[in-house]
């Protein structure tokens, strides 16, 4: 599984663990194709200090404590507070109501966004960040050096709902949701942007037989990952009808890994920030000119997922999730 240092893609994880997020972790740290720098922490799932506290346990409890983890923010980038958790898609605690010990690391003394801006710096377009929550820290980090996105080699956001119905309602995917006006700045800050969204991740589904397997293994990986899913299970089987789960977030890491399991389409992506559409992402292809100027007019382009080949995708995580290191 080794892979050379300098073959290795650097990634920092921005994540609100989260179920799926821990798988994604999980397989970010079993993926020879990556350096996690580091995990940043956000609201989205569960609230960020929760948040915070699950990324170090999860790092704990598979023997990583030497990637650090830096807290992000707390509030949207407009300060609002009231922020949707996911409780019942996740748990009270976000890992399936595991009730685990208080991990005994701690985050290190600086923000999500001021080491996102340090990483950038310290690798220039060699950083890959792939942001699994609302994309708040990421506008903090445009905020605190609007060079940053000139910097960063490519953000993977798993973000929005192109041209398919929301999971938060309708028009909304729940990380855009959860912070629409920094989703607005990051899609139209100029760096390299692929964003997977909910058309696609609907089509990757862990199923029941595939769980089977992972309780049949004793990798660590599985068998973390085993205790927590069940409420994860009964939350798809209530709200979707299925008999399995979405791979949400192990997608979107999986595109860093192998980006040739998905193809892309590419143009300008503006977020709804107000009303019953809020958090809305709407996608123009640019193949037409406009009479008027409109809000997507000459605002750079990003990459936006349409396809993902669904069974190399499911593979690959088992592949990684069934070994031990």
Request: overall charge negative; proline content about 5%; hydrophobic content about 45%.
């Amino acid at each position: 599984m080794a892979a050379a240092e300098g073959t290795r893609k650097k990634v920092i994880i921005d994540t609100d663990p989260g179920i799926d997020d821990a798988m994604a972790i999980f397989v970010a740290l079993r993926s020879p194709e990556l350096e996690v720098l580091g995990l940043t922490t956000t609201f989205g799932n569960v609230h960020t200090a929760l948040a915070t506290r699950n990324a170090l346990h999860l790092l704990e409890a598979v023997g990583r404590t030497d990637i650090p983890v830096a807290e992000g923010s707390h509030v949207t980038i407009k300060k609002a507070s009231k922020l949707r958790i996911a409780s019942f898609v996740h748990g009270s605690d976000g890992l399936g109501n595991q009730d685990f010990p208080a991990p005994a690391t701690k985050p290190v003394d600086q923000t999500a966004a001021a080491f996102m801006v340090e990483q950038a710096n310290l690798y220039p377009g060699q950083v890959t960040i792939v942001a699994l929550g609302p994309l708040t820290n990421l506008a903090l980090a445009i905020e605190l050096d609007p060079l940053f996105p000139k910097k960063i080699g490519q953000i993977i956001i798993l973000g929005g709902a192109y041209s398919v119905n929301g999971n938060v309602n309708p028009a909304a995917e729940a990380n855009i949701f959860g912070d629409p006006d920094a989703a607005d700045i990051v899609f139209t800050c100029g760096a390299d942007i692929l964003a997977v969204g909910l058309n696609v991740t609907h089509q990757v589904v862990l199923t029941d037989a595939d769980r089977e397997k992972l309780e049949q293994c004793d990798s660590k990986y599985a068998r973390y990952l085993c205790k927590i899913m069940g409420i994860y299970f009964d939350y798809h089987k209530d709200a979707y009808f299925i008999k399995g789960v979405y791979l949400h977030d192990p997608t979107t890491l999986i595109a860093a890994v192998n980006p040739s399991l998905l193809t892309y389409t590419e143009g300008v992506v503006r977020v709804q920030t107000v009303g019953i559409t809020k958090g809305l992402t709407v996608f123009d292809n640019t193949k037409k000119r406009y009479g008027e100027i409109t809000a997507w007019t000459g605002m750079p382009t990003v990459k936006v997922a349409v396809t993902v080949d669904a069974p190399a995708v499911v593979e690959l995580m088992m592949q990684r999730l069934m070994t031990d290191d």
